[in-house]
């Protein structure tokens, strides 16, 4: 069970309408009164080392920086000698130069929130004014730590595809490639609020003023099949040109491979999943969690034994379980 994925609190400093770790009826991400203890996140810990994890994805299941136990639960999977995958949107970093650092010699390898250039499209998407030039600060202020230094690189860019930054993606693929940044360009997770991969709205959006709800609206609209497969196309070729494999099936139109297959996630309830999609391949028992922490279901035991994880592993051919396929025809 080497690549893992653990939640750490709810709460975010954004409200990004596309967000699939939150309910479509939730207005904003707030604490959960139920949310693991930093007690029982230690115990996960243990468990995922004994287990043989070599990395630990912390995904969300709002914004790990702003979790109160944050450097803590760095410090402890360091400690247990796994890496930490920070999964971020940047903003703390921007006036935190401490923290930069500190995670930087912690060992950790961050990915953050990219999805477009324009302020006008991603702090309406994001729903903070002010967020995009941030989010520029915290790549330069990583990258003159170092995070984009190392081979491998310790910094990668997550950027979701929707028809407002369709036309970009492949310069934002160009720029991660030739800065030594790991780019991750994907549809929707079809859960939460894009649940089945659509944009059809919901209570963040109905917060929004008319004019940036309206522009919300169709910014976020999925790609079409055209689109989709024009963009796998022209960013094999950007990646052709700059001397990059790829496999055949990814999971990203970026051109990486699924790495969910190799481990579980736990969110911030404690439920068990096969991946962060939280479905299963046979949407009729979307939805349905693999095990519970607090029932003293164990990580490490359904890794093992769950027959629904060795028929993944049985069936693995890089592309995404839960999405439509990313493959070059
Ligand atoms: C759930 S967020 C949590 C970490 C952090 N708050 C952030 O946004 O980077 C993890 C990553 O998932 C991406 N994401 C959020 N909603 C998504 C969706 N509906 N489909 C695909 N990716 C999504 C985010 O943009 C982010 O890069
Ligand atoms: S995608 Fe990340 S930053 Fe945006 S609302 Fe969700 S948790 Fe917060």
Redesign the pocket.
């Known amino acids: 069970m080497l690549n893992v994925s653990l939640d750490l609190s709810n709460p975010?400093?954004?409200?990004?309408a596309?967000?699939?770790?939150?309910e479509k009826s939730s207005v904003r991400?707030l604490r959960r009164p139920d949310e693991l203890t930093v007690e029982e996140t230690m115990a996960i810990l243990d468990d995922f080392a004994g287990a043989g994890a070599r990395t630990v994805n912390l995904v969300?299941?709002?914004?790990p920086t702003i979790d109160p136990h944050f450097e803590t639960i760095i410090d402890a999977i360091t400690a247990r000698h796994m890496t930490p995958v920070v999964f971020t949107?940047g903003l703390r970093f921007s006036t935190d130069h401490r923290l930069v650092r500190w995670l930087y010699q912690k060992n950790c390898t961050i990915v953050i929130?990219y999805n477009s250039s324009s302020a006008a499209v991603e702090d309406a998407i994001?729903g903070r004014s002010g967020y995009t030039r941030a989010r520029e600060q915290a790549v330069e202020l990583l990258r003159d730590a170092g995070f984009a230094g190392a081979t491998p690189t310790r910094l990668g860019f997550d950027t979701v595809a929707f028809g407002a930054n369709y036309a970009e993606l492949p310069e934002i693929h160009r720029l991660a490639r030739t800065r030594n940044i790991y780019p991750i360009i994907a549809d929707y997770i079809p859960t939460g609020r894009t649940n089945h991969g659509l944009f059809d709205g919901n209570a963040a959006v109905d917060l929004l003023d008319d004019m940036t709800g309206d522009f919300v609206m169709s910014a976020l609209q999925p790609l079409s099949a055209l689109q989709r497969a024009a963009l796998v196309r022209k960013l094999s070729e950007i990646d052709a040109a700059l001397g990059v494999t790829r496999s055949a099936d990814c999971a990203y139109y970026s051109g990486g491979r699924c790495t969910q297959l190799l481990g579980l996630y736990v969110d911030i309830l404690g439920h068990i999943w096969p991946c962060v999609a939280r479905q299963w391949r046979d949407q009729s028992v979307q939805l349905s969690p693999i095990g519970f922490w607090r029932d003293n279901d164990r990580p490490s035991l359904i890794w093992r034994s769950h027959p629904y994880l060795r028929h993944l592993r049985n069936t693995y051919t890089g592309a995404c379980p839960y999405k439509n396929a990313l493959r070059l025809s």
């Open positions: 975010c400093n954004l409200n990004c596309y967000c699939f770790i939150e991400k969300g299941a709002g914004e949107n929130k994001v």
